[in-house]
């Protein structure tokens, strides 16, 4: 499975931005899709994602309310909306594919993209 996120850009704080995680070589459809983030220094963080069983949509809390994660099968894309865009936001974005049983964990993942970068000023 390949991954290429886009959509990555700078942004006012208060701004919104969509970013795009395509996937191919493999059956989207079953691919449970997330999104992390990752300063330097830091370790990769869990944002959202979503499974491929149910559909259903996880954040974390410091992006709850805010972002907003949704899957377009016939496109084997899964987007993810940032709105009220806070300059902690600032990090690298990466989407990552697999069928993990912890979906906040990096290691469960098995497919990654590389990653764009989201920069948020105040």
């Known amino acids: 499975v390949q991954l290429q996120a886009s959509g990555g850009g700078l942004v006012q704080a208060g701004g919104s931005l969509t970013l795009s995680c395509a996937v191919s070589?493999?059956?989207?459809?079953?691919?449970?899709v997330g999104w992390f983030r990752q300063v330097p220094g830091k370790e990769r963080d869990f944002v959202a994602a979503?499974?491929?069983?149910?559909?259903?949509?996880y954040y974390a809390d410091s992006v709850k309310g805010r972002f907003t994660i949704a899957r377009d099968n016939a496109k084997n894309t899964v987007y993810l909306q940032m709105s009220r865009l806070k300059p902690e936001d600032t990090a690298v974005y990466y989407c990552?594919?697999?069928?993990?049983?912890?979906?906040?964990?990096?290691?469960?993942?098995?497919?990654w993209g590389e990653g764009t970068l989201v920069t948020v000023s105040s």
């Open positions: 070589g493999g059956t989207f459809i079953t691919q449970t």
């Open positions: 979503i499974r491929w069983s149910s559909d259903s949509p």
């Open positions: 990552a594919a697999g069928r993990p049983s912890l979906i906040v964990r990096t290691t469960q993942y098995d497919s």
